[in-house]
């Protein structure tokens, strides 16, 4: 019993961030990816879906990580010169 209240509380919650998210990606006042993300969060122990959307937004975010800190390097590099 316990159980099923904790899931149909994360499938709950993680659905309304999501939709707050989806709101806030129309509205400039509220960051929308915040509460995508946090919607993903609590959703992805028990939603495959969820789970897998969730690897893709942090697999995306470590690469323009990536992206941002070697693009600084060849900047610092071409003023060094």
Known sequence: MKRTALRWFRLTAGSALLLLGFVGGFIPVLQGWVFVLAGLGLMAPESRRARRALDWARARVKRDKADVS????????????
């Open 70 to 81: 070697s693009t600084a390097a060849s900047r610092e590099k071409r003023t060094d010169e």
